[in-house]
């Protein structure tokens, strides 16, 4: 095992920045439609592997990079979606014609929908998001995991299964 590249090596860690950053960076910008956004997830993904370089294989350093960097962008999404769920609550009620009854059961419903799929393992929840709102392929999200799509099939039932523990079989 002597000459496997190490990413803490300065130089393979920049042959790896100069190799990916764009192709991540394009990536993480088609993913959320941001240009500053999409930079900083990726600065936030090579500082992580260079944090984290002595348990990076060299080799799985590119998927290692994807998966941070999609990892960081759905938990900023779930974040935003929490954040504008609050905002919005009291525009809803005031403008909404619905019985109140009913708007409330949904805002619980959302906020426990919502507490489920942060409760989901990262694999889990990046899968789930990546079908049920991507509208992704398991061989698609296989891919750009760079796992296995038995691998996406047991994240997602296990995310399903999850999920139903937790909401009933409303979803």
């Known amino acids: 095992m002597g000459n496997v590249p190490s990413v803490c090596s300065e130089k393979n860690y920049e042959l790896l920045y100069d190799k990916y950053s764009n192709s991540l960076y394009s990536f993480m910008y088609f993913r959320c439609g941001n240009a500053d956004q999409a930079a900083d997830l990726v600065q936030e993904a090579y500082i992580k592997l260079w944090t984290n370089c002595a348990k990076v294989i060299f080799e799985k350093a590119k998927s290692y990079l994807y998966t941070i960097a999609n990892n960081k962008f759905f938990n900023e999404v ?94």
Do not use: C, W
Not at 97 to 125: D, G, H, W
Not at 149 to 165: D, F, S
């Open 78 to 171: 779930a974040h935003e979606k929490v954040k504008l769920s609050y905002e919005n609550a009291g525009y809803q009620l005031d403008r909404n014609f619905e019985n109140p009854e009913y708007v409330l059961e949904e805002k619980e419903y959302m906020k426990t929908l919502e507490n489920a799929i942060a409760n989901l393992t990262v694999a889990q929840r990046e899968v789930f998001l990546l079908n049920r709102i991507e509208g992704k392929k398991y061989k698609e999200i296989a891919e750009m995991l760079d796992v296995s799509v038995k691998a996406v099939e047991k994240r997602m039932h296990l995310a399903l299964v999850k999920l139903r523990e937790t909401l009933g079989d409303s979803i």
